[in-house]
Nanobody, 124 residues
Framework: VQLEESGGGLAQPGGSLRLSCAAPGFTMDYYPFAWFRQAPGKEREGVSCISSSGSTLYADSVKGRFTISRDNAKNMVYLQMNTLEPADTAVYYC???????????????????WGQGTQATVSS
């Protein structure tokens, strides 16, 4: 399984970015997917997860601002990031939990497949 992130870039505080994660050729219907991020000098942290049933989980720091979604027909997972803050600046990674029909988690150890990451920078 290969995951390919895109959509990062530069945004102003209060602005928006939409990250995309492609999983070409992978039947993703039964697996949870998540977004993690890592800022310089900090540990990787879970941002959001979406289960195979569509249930979602968010870190407290992004609740109400970020929305995760998936389109199984297109093999895509998205992270809509609104009301961005400088603290959201990080490399964002898409990850897949290859255990089918499990619930969501923001624990990195649950996810065995990772993308290369995409940089999101929030600055004026």
């Amino acid at each position: 399984v290969q995951l390919e992130e895109s959509g990062g870039g530069l945004a102003q505080p209060g602005g928006s970015l939409r990250l995309s994660c492609a999983a070409p050729g992978f039947t993703m219907d039964y697996y949870p997917f998540a977004w993690f991020r890592q800022a310089p000098g900090k540990e990787r942290e879970g941002v959001s997860c979406i289960s195979s049933s569509g249930s979602t989980l968010y870190a407290d720091s992004v609740k109400g601002r970020f929305t995760i979604s998936r389109d199984n027909a297109k093999n895509m997972v998205y992270l809509q990031m609104n009301t961005l803050e400088p603290a959201d600046t990080a490399v964002y990674y898409c990850a897949a939990d290859l255990t089918p029909l499990t619930g969501c988690s923001l624990q990195a150890l649950r996810f065995r497949t990772w993308g290369q990451g995409t940089q999101a920078t929030v600055s004026s």
